[in-house]
């Protein structure tokens, strides 16, 4: 199994604080099942250092035992389009094999929590100018995004798109938001979703991870 969206680097997010927990969190991910790993920190303000998490996951490979793990970010639309996109989504999309397992580069989108239904046709545009650059794109935990919550239809124009959703595992517990269990419920019903990872911020997210690919992973899309 492999998880495409963690927060496992030390001391760049608000993820693992130490090498220590990141270590901690590696364990905890193995033993959820997990047999690679995607880090992921967060491309959005305050967060944002990119030598310092190229540095924290060059620290990570070093003391991970020969574990699989790949370097990518989770990549915020508004910092994405204030870098600008051409220029920057050559260093921000997952490094090495896609996670889309089709060869082609993948990048991790993540949306405006409380956007409007209007603000979408906006990100619709920018995943057509990913994907005209050669990206597969993953939008991050959908059942976040109020609109969608209210609008199934919003996610799935990304799918009808060639997007893939990716579940965050604490939808389980109603998720960073609150609430999010129902919609998760419903994209995966749906059969709109790709994906569950952990979103792993500490050891007991890769808990939640192995209970949902449990009672969720047949749910998935091929």
Known sequence: MRDIHCHILPGV????????ESLAMLSAAKKAGVTSIVCTPHCRDPYFDFEAMW??????????????????????WNKLTWLGVERWAPY?????????GDGQAALLLELDTGAQPTQFAEYYRTVFE?????YDVVIA???????VRKD????????????????????MTGGLMGGGRRCARALLNAGLV????SDAHCVEHYELLAR?????????RG
């Not at 997010?13 to 220590?20: H, V």
Request: charge should be negative; glycine fraction near 10%.
């Open 92 to 100: 921000l999309g997952i490094q090495g094999p896609s996670f889309a």
């Open 55 to 76: 540095d924290a996951y060059d620290q990570l490979v070093a003391h991970a035992d020969g574990f699989p793990l790949t370097m990518g970010f989770e990549v915020n």
């Open 130 to 134: 990913l994907q005209g650059m050669g």
């Open 152 to 171: 199934l239809a919003l996610a799935e124009r990304f799918v009808s798109m060639g997007c893939k959703l990716q579940l965050s595992a604490n939808f």
């Open 141 to 147: 935990h959908p059942e976040r995004y109020l609109s």
């Open 194 to 197: 790709s994906y569950i990872a």
């Open 13 to 20: 997010d608000d993820g693992a604080c130490d090498l220590s």
């Open 212 to 220: 949902a690919m449990r009672d969720y992973g047949s749910l998935l």
